[in-house]
């Protein structure tokens, strides 16, 4: 023992060569050793929360972008596994704060795929809002700047003007009885219609001012059902350009990028609640905040990438309950062996669309109805031609098929 070392204590020496974190099959990871050969072990253990692999395991991929796709790969599986009684008793104790807060709880589900906080900082280069249950959500500071943006567009429709920023100034300023935001306020609503009087107030009312918070409440949107995530890539093909080094040239190679994603047609709970006593004129303006909500996500979208489809939601279709089975009153045959009539093949109904965009990578697109102006989207399976690809603003038909999970395009083919 020397004289260095504390008394009573056995020296712990670090095998030569291996460095802090190190494991015998070479990778290092950014964390202590003994949560390392944890996270070794992680086959056997199996952990269950995608969020902690996200955030606390993931290794020191070094820029290559093959162990950084395996890390991602690893929470993508990690969430498969996901306690379901866990997600379950949360989602209980959500519906009853949210109740408590005089709010509705409503389920909307994802048109495409969604990402919440792509943005954030992680070792991965590439982030993910999880909660620390480990299932992704979208937070209730996001909710509601989605409901506020779709309310000022509403207002700035109503007033004819695409300035958002001067109006949204106007409507946040604020202050005590006879301030200059007060006054500033006042001159304005005096000159504006009588609908947009009316519309300005509630909009303070709900989202609140400079000086005021507002009296509706946006609670985190929270999954609704066991959850899949899903491995997208970008791909930009000139990585020394947008690293300043070198014009866009042709002899660059492509990096991708991998991220996360949650899967199309997941159902996520929102919820608005309100301050106070919820009496009659309460109860309009929270069901006009839940409008504006609904509408925003459904027009707007949430999260990142939207200019590219992402992040879009869509109002649940109500499912209509079954019909109970009747007993056969055949001899000879009983209810179980009964041969159900066979429903007569319907021609479908083609429509006129025009394309917004498709991704023949993906595999995926989207189209616009002619007719109606609703929004659909499509998969390759759907295409009648083989490798036809419609491309931007190209017409075509498509007939519609309905199912549990809400409309969807099953057939479409040139216009």
């Given at each position: 023992?020397?004289?260095?070392?504390?008394?009573?204590?056995?020296?712990?020496?670090?095998?030569?060569?291996?460095?802090?974190?190190?494991?015998?099959?070479?990778?290092?990871?950014?964390?202590?050793?003994?949560?390392?050969?944890?996270?070794?072990?992680?086959?056997?253990?199996?952990?269950?929360?995608?969020?902690?692999?996200?955030?606390?395991?993931?290794?020191?991929?070094?820029?290559?972008?093959?162990?950084?796709?395996?890390?991602?790969?690893?929470?993508?599986?990690?969430?498969?596994?996901?306690?379901?009684?866990?997600?379950?008793?949360?989602?209980?104790?959500?519906?009853?704060?949210?109740?408590?807060?005089?709010?509705?709880?409503?389920?909307?589900?994802?048109?495409w795929r969604f990402i919440a906080g792509l943005g954030r900082k992680g070792s991965l280069e590439v982030g993910f809002t999880f909660h620390r249950y480990g299932f992704p959500i979208l937070p209730g500071s996001s909710v509601k700047g989605v409901a506020r943006a779709w309310a000022l567009i509403q207002i700035a429709e109503q007033l004819g003007t695409c300035e958002l920023k001067g109006l949204d100034q106007v409507l946040s300023a604020d202050g005590d009885e006879g301030s200059k935001e007060r006054k500033q306020y006042e001159a304005w609503r005096t000159q504006q219609p009588e609908a947009v009087q009316g519309l300005a107030e509630d909009f303070r009312t709900v989202f609140g001012t400079t000086a005021a918070a507002g009296q509706a409440v946006f609670f985190d949107a929270i999954p609704a059902d066991k959850l899949t995530l899903e491995l997208d890539v970008m791909n930009p093909h000139y990585p020394q350009y947008y690293t300043g080094d070198q014009f866009p040239t042709d002899w660059q190679s492509p990096v991708p990028v991998y991220f996360l994603t949650v899967a199309p047609g997941t159902r996520f709970l929102f919820a608005v609640g309100w301050r106070g006593p919820l009496d009659d004129e309460a109860r309009r303006l929270r069901g006009l905040a839940e409008t504006w909500l609904r509408e925003g996500l459904k027009n707007l979208g949430a999260g990142a990438k939207t200019s590219a489809g992402y992040g879009y939601f869509s109002l649940m279709m109500e499912e209509k309950p079954a019909e109970p089975a009747r007993p056969s009153t055949a001899r000879g045959i009983s209810p179980k062996e009964e041969p159900l009539p066979k429903a007569p093949e319907v021609p479908p109904a083609w429509r006129t669309g025009t394309v917004r965009e498709y991704r023949p990578d993906k595999g995926q697109g989207r189209l616009v109805d002619d007719e109606t102006g609703e929004e659909f989207t499509f998969r390759r399976e759907a295409i009648e031609e083989k490798g036809w690809s419609p491309g931007k603003k190209a017409k075509v038909q498509f007939a519609v098929a309905e199912d549990q999970g809400g409309k969807r395009i099953c057939k479409l083919r040139k216009a």
């Open positions: 023992m020397t004289a260095s070392e504390p008394r009573g204590k056995p020296s712990r020496q670090r095998p030569p060569g291996r460095p802090a974190g190190a494991l015998r099959d070479g990778m290092r990871y950014p964390i202590p050793a003994s949560s390392a050969r944890a996270f070794a072990r992680r086959d056997q253990n199996k952990p269950q929360n995608p969020g902690l692999i996200f955030d606390r395991f993931a290794p020191d991929w070094r820029g290559e972008s093959t162990l950084k796709k395996e890390a991602l790969e690893s929470v993508c599986q990690a969430a498969e596994r996901a306690d379901g009684t866990l997600r379950q008793a949360w989602q209980a104790r959500w519906d009853g704060l949210v109740r408590a807060a005089n709010a509705e709880p409503f389920p909307l589900k994802t048109d």
